[in-house]
């Protein structure tokens, strides 16, 4: 069975740093681009980043590029999502999903707030 | 970037009939070199993540039901729900996987008349 379990969400102020993490398991983790997307509370789902198997090739949205970092420890089966100068805009459920968003975690809420 | 547009943005419908949701991107997803459009339906209930119906625009994901199904034609696309069931309310969104930025339609909520 294929697990994405993200961990890392809390409270933060603005300015503020948070490091997400998404522990696969089930799936041939090495072998997957990973996907980081988020959800504001009532809005619609905004796509956040995007790494390749190695790391080589990744992509941000404009909105995160400069503040956010995705990596990847293939030997730990785990994606990250490293957010700096967080905003209150960054308020949302970030979600990992595969690289056919056919899997997807349940989600780790980050408040940024005062 | 790809813009998707949604239409409507919520709708009831009759537990039995039809539901029709449309889907717009502002350039063409279909790449040429494969000939498939790369646009993918979701749906989200109450406190859970998405879930994948479609993708390739028209190809259900496995252990979805029959009564999804979706179509292209140019840069406009449908998902249809043949006969609703009460487990489909929800809210669906389309995406594009063409280019990055990944981007979604801002969702369209389908509740029971």
């Known amino acids: 069975e294929v697990q994405l379990v993200e961990s890392g969400g809390g409270l933060v102020q603005p300015g503020g740093s948070l490091r997400l993490s998404c522990a696969a398991s089930g799936i041939s983790f090495r072998s997957y681009w990973m996907h980081w997307v988020r959800q504001a509370p009532g809005k619609g789902l905004v796509w956040v980043s995007r790494?390749?198997?190695?790391?080589?090739?990744?992509s941000y949205a404009d909105s995160v590029k400069g503040r956010f970092t995705i990596s990847r420890d293939n030997a730990k089966n785990t994606l990250y999502l490293q957010m700096n100068s967080l905003r209150a805009e960054d308020t949302a459920v970030y979600y990992c999903a595969d690289m056919g968003f056919a899997y997807w975690g349940q989600g780790t809420l980050v408040t940024v707030s005062s | 970037d790809i813009v998707m547009t949604q239409s409507p943005d919520s709708l009831a419908v009759s537990l039995g009939e039809r539901a029709t949701i449309s889907c717009k991107s502002s350039?063409?997803?279909?790449?040429?070199?494969?000939?498939?459009?790369?646009l993918s339906w979701y749906q989200q209930k109450p406190g859970q993540p998405p879930k994948l119906l479609i993708y390739w625009a028209s190809t259900r994901e496995s252990g979805v039901p029959d009564r999804f199904s979706g179509s292209a034609s140019g840069t406009d696309f449908t998902l249809t729900i043949s006969s609703l069931q009460p487990e489909d309310v929800a809210v669906y969104y389309c995406?594009?996987?063409?280019?990055?930025?990944?981007?979604f339609g801002q969702g369209t909520r389908l509740e029971i008349k």
């Open positions: 350039q063409s997803v279909l790449y040429s070199s494969n000939n498939k459009n790369y």
């Open positions: 790494i390749n198997s190695d790391g080589s090739s990744i």
């Open positions: 995406q594009q996987y063409y280019s990055t930025p990944i981007t």
